[in-house]
């Protein structure tokens, strides 16, 4: 059995998912948020999913994190790093629960996702994938720093942006700030 790291950053928890979770899930796949992943799913959909993201870590060595306000301990998101079967290559992903965007709550837990990815998986590069018209989540992607690299055709999400991520290299000699 895999040990799943708890990462903490200023503001937020990440923690392995949890059947406690499962409410959360539920809510936020029963509403629009849920449009530019798949779309809405019943309960009983949302459970398997759920035993899907615990799974991710087990088959792969890592996966995406509950995302957890410390504030007030509510789960506000699932935040990590996914590559399921028919990804092109690893990602950084997030889905942030309602009440929860607008906060920064995104990039603070993608950009401590990603530097567990290069720092402790030894990653030398990653991308995250999003909906043409999921215009947040573009705009989560552009302040990482990562640039647009091309489209993706999901069998099932249909048409992707991929925006690729800085490499470590490119971080560690000062990231965006260096080519501004």
């Not at 998912?17 to 779309?39: H, K």
């Not at 899907?52 to 509510?74: A, F, M, N, P, V």
């Not at 990562?146 to 490119?170: K, Q």
Request: with cysteine; hydrophobic share 40%.
């Amino acid at each position: 059995m895999i040990q799943v790291p708890t990462i903490e950053t200023q503001r937020l928890m990440l923690r392995l998912p949890a059947l406690s979770d499962f409410e959360p899930l539920c809510a936020f796949y029963a509403s629009p948020r849920a449009d530019f992943v798949g779309g809405q799913m019943e309960p009983d959909k949302v459970w398997r999913h759920l035993a899907l993201e615990i799974g991710h870590w087990q088959l792969r060595g890592y996966g995406r994190w509950t995302l957890e306000e410390k504030d007030s301990g509510k789960p506000a998101g699932i935040i990590g790093l996914w590559n399921p079967e028919g990804w092109p290559e690893p990602e950084i992903g997030w889905d942030l629960f309602e009440g929860f965007g607008g906060k920064g709550y995104a990039t603070e837990a993608a950009t401590a996702a990603r530097t567990y990815a290069y720092e402790t998986l030894g990653w030398t590069t990653a991308i995250s994938l999003v909906a043409p018209e999921n215009h947040g989540s573009r705009a989560v992607a552009q302040r990482l720093g990562a640039t647009r690299d091309g489209d993706f055709a999901h069998v099932r999400l249909g048409a992707l942006e991929v925006w690729r991520h800085m490499s470590p290299d490119d971080l560690a000699a000062g990231g965006m700030e260096a080519y501004a």
